[in-house]
């Protein structure tokens, strides 16, 4: 859970005291946000398993970051191969015919802001960082590109499993 101060709800939109809006979420009355609840289209986000490839890198540790600290604090992960038999309740990213993936020239980074509705300059500035390591096409000419890769590069080789991976960097 996370705690919130400054927040203020218009509608189904929280938007928090330095102006990150989160659509579809619960506030419980201790001001703690429970995740986005659902999608358009009614699919419900939280208290499920994401499902990812093996061999993580940038694309999909940011993206298991982003899930964890706006979609689902208590997000469960599994590393598999794209051609295993989908579990009931389990929703795929970064892989070919997930649920959130590479779309046009973003990255699964971009999909998942995108789709549920997180408006924030903080988080599309990261969005763009993640793209140009990930996509490597100089969209965005971020200079922080190359740091942040360096560092999640120590990140990889220090972590040999996709699971150290993920919890060192979420």
């Given at each position: ?58 694309d999909r540790i940011a993206s298991a ?105 979420v």
């Amino acid at each position: 859970n996370v705690a919130v101060s400054g927040l203020r709800v218009t509608g189904a939109i929280l938007v928090y005291s330095n102006n990150v809006t989160v659509q579809n979420c619960e506030v419980n009355a201790s001001g703690e946000i429970w995740g986005i609840r659902q999608m358009p289209g009614g699919s419900g986000l939280v208290g499920r398993t994401w499902a990812t490839r093996r061999g993580i890198q940038i694309d999909r540790i940011a993206s298991a970051w982003l899930i964890r600290r706006f979609i689902d604090p208590r997000a469960r992960f599994r590393f598999i191969d794209p051609s295993e038999e989908r579990h009931p309740k389990e929703l795929r990213f970064d892989m070919p015919g997930g649920d959130f993936s590479h779309e046009g020239d973003r990255c699964t980074f971009e999909t998942l802001v995108r789709r549920t509705g997180l408006s924030d300059k903080g988080l599309s500035e990261v969005a763009e960082i993640v793209h140009d390591i990930d996509i490597k096409d100089g969209k965005f000419g971020r200079p922080e590109a190359r740091g942040v890769e360096q560092l999640v590069l120590g990140v990889l080789a220090d972590n040999p499993t996709d699971r150290e991976r993920l919890e060192r960097g979420v």
